[in-house]
């Protein structure tokens, strides 16, 4: 039931699926909010992305206990906006960001960001997702269509390509208490 609302870079979070929500802004900076992401492993643990064009290293910021205090962990990534963020949910917990140019990764303890563009042209990232089945990593560009990869350390894991049910539902017969299996 934790949800984190933005508005410029007003940051809330409600702990009572929105019934009431607490200003978490704390030392964050007076820049515009980009995307917020949860740790798929501790809901605790978020991420905060700016856009800022300045070199002013205050592009990302990380939460480890809901908000009440805020780490910066812009280290190397100083003078471009960062657009959207992804944990993924690896022993590492590695952090994807989507940037003004390109897409940058480092495990959550790390301090250093690696780019990470295999066969991405320099383009700017405006979303990110994980896609788990396929071990995968997809963008969305300013520009230049929809880019695909596989998760760092992830080349040789199998992906889930074709998936298959057996009496599948319609709305004509929505197949309750029937069993379906998915292959």
Request: with cysteine; charged share 15%; glycine share 6%.
């Amino acid at each position: 039931n934790i949800m984190v609302l933005t508005s410029g870079s007003a940051i809330e979070i409600s702990n009572d699926g929105g019934v009431t929500f607490t200003n978490i802004k704390n030392t964050l900076p007076n820049n515009t909010i980009t995307d917020v992401n949860f740790d798929p492993k501790n809901d605790a643990t978020f991420v905060v992305t700016y856009d800022t064009y300045q070199n002013n290293g205050q592009k990302i910021y990380i939460t480890t206990n809901s908000g009440q205090t805020w780490q910066n962990i812009t280290y190397n990534l100083g003078n471009m906006p960062i657009y959207c963020v992804v944990i993924d949910h690896t022993n590492d917990s590695t952090i994807y960001v989507g940037a003004a140019v390109g897409i940058y990764k480092k495990a959550m303890n790390a301090t250093t960001w690696t780019l990470y563009n295999e066969n991405l042209p320099n383009v700017a990232i405006e979303d990110l997702e994980i896609n788990y089945g396929s071990n995968t990593i997809k963008a969305a560009t300013w520009g230049r269509g929809l880019w695909e990869y596989s998760l760092a350390d992830r080349n040789s894991y199998p992906a889930i390509v074709i998936t298959s049910i057996t009496n599948p539902p319609t709305f004509a017969t929505p197949r309750s208490g029937t069993s379906q299996f998915v292959t």
